[in-house]
């Protein structure tokens, strides 16, 4: 005749109140962990990118300013030396200008500069980047930008 009772065989059987617990700790562990990784994950794919659009616009947007204030420098220069403001860009590149024989530069989005010459006496010239649609107007990455 074989003993089916446990404890005569000395061997300890966990409850299944026990096992229960064990096993939701296993699983529900691992699976919680797994379910915040895959939150984590969620969220990341969503918020990380427009951070970076963000952060990728204004650094464009803080280079085509300091492109601007180099112009508006040179656009000076030129009219110290020669009287008066160009009526475009593109007379910085003639002979004994600051960007002679040289190409005009391109705004980080690689738009030409805007250039609106000054109408009157004692006004200041304008120079403008359109922004990434390279488009006058606009909002967010496609605004338009300037040295204020």
Avoid: C
Avoid at 22 to 42: K, R
């Amino acid at each position: 005749m074989t003993n089916t009772d446990p404890s005569a065989s000395g061997r300890k059987e966990l409850e299944p109140e026990t096992s229960n617990r064990l096993l939701w700790w296993a699983l529900g562990g691992t699976g919680a962990l797994l379910l915040l990784l895959v939150l984590v994950g969620l969220v990341a794919t969503i918020v990380v990118p427009s951070l970076y659009s963000k952060s990728r616009h204004e650094a464009h947007a803080a280079a085509a300013r300091m492109q601007i204030r180099a112009l508006e420098e040179m656009l000076e220069r030129e009219r110290a030396r020669s009287g008066a403001y160009p009526s475009s860009l593109e007379e910085l590149r003639r002979d004994g200008a600051p960007l002679a024989g040289q190409a005009l530069p391109l705004d980080p989005w690689d738009h030409p500069f805007q250039y609106v010459p000054p109408r009157a006496a004692g006004e200041k010239p304008l120079v403008v980047s359109l922004g990434a649609d390279g488009k006058p107007g606009g909002a967010g990455e496609a605004a338009d930008v300037s040295d204020p």
